[in-house]
């Protein structure tokens, strides 16, 4: 049965001011170095006509990689086409972090000629990491890093040392562009796997993140300290067909002992200055057949337990912020529809759906930062690697980032299938308000009184595909032209009175 919805803008009431760089993503550390990452999907597994899947062993996925990775280059950071993208996007904040970022060394003298010291995993060169600092002032972005912390440089007995994180904060400000946060390592809940050293605890963790923050206060003071960074463990959310979900989607299956943000924070003395977490809204068909209880299926991503998880996270990580970092905000240093580099259709417009609604949801919970994985990494990046085509969920941030502004209303609207509604003060500055307004059913129409003349923005699947890698804003592609030119974003002319909203859309209104 289709809803009607009455929008009342002159009796909205604030919620909260956001941070206006809410919507940032990640450069993954293994695309600055090269190295392994996950291997791409073929066009017919991506459009639904063809099936993935990966027969598990008795060995578990450390023998599947194989069938799941493929080495990648280096990313090309001073490309025009992908600088010109990401600048676009507006001030954001650039996490240059990952598993591999805990695993590296910094070869900034070149003395180890592209061999890597026993007891790291990979090699990150000056001419690599500047590529990053370049590439972090061309866009006017913020940068937050986190630091090596594996067996080449120390044991589990032994306190951490800065001697690698001194190599990397030097430089950087050296060379002019500062680190502005870090935090110490990379979903930390999951020790070994993560890429500490052998028999390293939950303790071992909380002497070491105090020894960091503190050499951190002391020497780069202006830097902001960030933590824990975790990823499971705390969160238990339903998905696929299952009545009951393990915490962090089944990820125990693979990593063994996963510890939760209290195990790492519980005890520590070094204060924090803002909270961080990672949310997904599952795994991917990578690892679904060895999780199958963390993966949701194509035809769940626009129901309302699919879409509930990103909200039931920040929900969740509310009460600890505010136990380890009382009145900071709360970034999601990672962020994306599925972990295992995406789902099939996360390069298409169904992942829409589900991006816009974390935004929305996350603003009226919180302020923040959302740090989508990644610009132009792997299935679910804003960019098509390598190529750094635009996919739907570029231009779908790209609208928000124009539209919606810093202040946050109460839409006095529940969420609910097919009215997902969420209200901000307009982006320009004038007076009014910007709605978006997402009927996640895909099979009625949503109507909505709209008391006063607004301008239109109506996102779909091009053709009415749901899994097209095109998305239309009102019905024309948005597609980049001629020099890697943007397409128009106006938006069209909505007279007041009954709007009807298609199944499976999402729509701006700007009044």
């Known amino acids: 049965m289709s809803l009607t919805i009455?929008?009342?803008?002159?009796?909205?009431?604030?919620?909260?001011?956001?941070?206006?760089?809410?919507?940032?993503?990640?450069?993954?550390?293994?695309?600055?170095?090269?190295?392994?990452?996950?291997?791409?999907?073929?066009?017919?597994?991506?459009?639904?006509?063809?099936?993935?899947?990966?027969?598990?062993?008795?060995?578990?996925?450390?023998?599947?990689?194989?069938?799941?990775?493929?080495?990648?280059?280096?990313?090309?950071?001073?490309?025009?086409?992908?600088?010109?993208?990401?600048?676009?996007?507006?001030?954001?904040?650039?996490?240059?972090?990952?598993?591999?970022?805990?695993?590296?060394?910094?070869?900034?003298?070149?003395?180890?000629?592209?061999?890597?010291?026993?007891?790291?995993?990979?090699?990150?060169?000056?001419?690599?990491?500047?590529?990053?600092?370049?590439?972090?002032k061309a866009i006017g972005a913020k940068l937050i890093v986190s630091v090596a912390n594996c067996p080449g440089l120390h044991s589990a007995d032994e306190p951490w040392n800065p001697s690698e994180a001194e190599k990397l904060f030097g430089l950087s400000k050296e060379y002019g562009v500062p680190i502005d946060a870090a935090e110490f390592a990379n979903e930390p809940n999951m020790l070994e796997h993560t890429g500490f050293p052998h028999g390293y605890t939950a303790a071992n963790y909380r002497r070491d993140q105090d020894l960091f923050f503190k050499w951190l206060s002391a020497n780069y003071p202006e830097c902001l300290k960030v933590g824990p960074s975790t990823t499971g463990g705390d969160v238990e959310f339903g998905a696929g067909d299952h009545a009951e979900v393990k915490s962090a989607g089944g990820v125990e299956q693979v990593v063994g002992e996963i510890v939760t943000c209290d195990d790492l924070m519980e005890g520590t003395t070094e204060k924090l200055d803002v909270f961080s977490y990672h949310y997904y809204n599952g795994v991917s068909e990578r690892l679904a057949s060895v999780m199958p209880e963390g993966h949701w299926l194509a035809h769940q991503a626009a129901t309302e337990p699919y879409l509930a998880v990103a909200p039931t996270f920040a929900e969740t990580y509310v009460p600890l912020r505010d136990k380890y970092v009382p009145g900071g905000e709360m970034w999601v240093t990672e962020s994306g529809d599925a972990g295992g580099g995406g789902n099939t259709w996360a390069s298409t417009y169904l992942d829409v759906i589900r991006t816009l609604n974390e935004l929305g949801t996350f603003a009226t919970i919180t302020d923040g930062v959302i740090f989508h994985n990644t610009l132009a990494s792997s299935d679910y990046g804003f960019l098509a690697r390598e190529v750094f085509d635009p996919r739907p969920n570029y231009f779908a941030v790209l609208l928000w980032n124009r539209l919606m502004g810093t202040t946050v209303y109460d839409s006095e609207e529940p969420i609910r299938e097919?009215?997902?509604?969420?209200?901000?003060?307009?982006?320009?500055?004038?007076?009014?308000?910007?709605?978006?307004?997402?009927?996640?059913?895909?099979?009625?129409?949503?109507?909505?009184?709209?008391?006063?003349?607004?301008?239109?923005?109506?996102?779909?699947?091009?053709?009415?595909?749901?899994?097209?890698?095109?998305?239309?804003?009102?019905?024309?592609?948005?597609?980049?032209?001629?020099?890697?030119?943007?397409?128009?974003?106006?938006?069209v002319d909505q007279e007041a009175g009954k709007v009807e909203l298609a199944p499976g859309t999402c729509t701006f209104l700007v009044i």
Do not use: C
Request: aromatic content about 12%.
């Open 6 to 136: 009455n929008l009342t803008p002159d009796s909205l009431k604030v919620l909260r001011e956001i941070n206006p760089m809410m919507m940032s993503y990640n450069v993954e550390f293994a695309e600055v170095t090269g190295g392994t990452f996950w291997k791409a999907y073929t066009p017919g597994q991506i459009a639904g006509t063809e099936d993935f899947y990966v027969e598990p062993t008795s060995e578990g996925i450390a023998a599947m990689y194989k069938d799941l990775m493929q080495i990648y280059a280096s990313i090309n950071l001073y490309d025009e086409k992908l600088r010109g993208l990401a600048k676009e996007l507006g001030p954001v904040w650039v996490r240059v972090s990952g598993t591999w970022a805990t695993k590296t060394y910094y070869d900034f003298d070149g003395t180890t000629n592209g061999v890597v010291p026993e007891g790291y995993l990979n090699v990150l060169t000056k001419d690599q990491w500047i590529g990053v600092l370049d590439f972090v």
């Open 418 to 491: 097919g009215a997902h509604v969420f209200a901000h003060s307009r982006k320009d500055g004038k007076e009014g308000f910007a709605y978006l307004i997402i009927n996640n059913s895909l099979t009625e129409s949503t109507f909505v009184e709209l008391p006063k003349a607004a301008k239109r923005y109506t996102l779909a699947g091009e053709n009415g595909n749901i899994r097209s890698t095109v998305m239309t804003l009102n019905g024309s592609p948005l597609v980049l032209g001629e020099n890697n030119t943007l397409p128009s974003l106006e938006g």
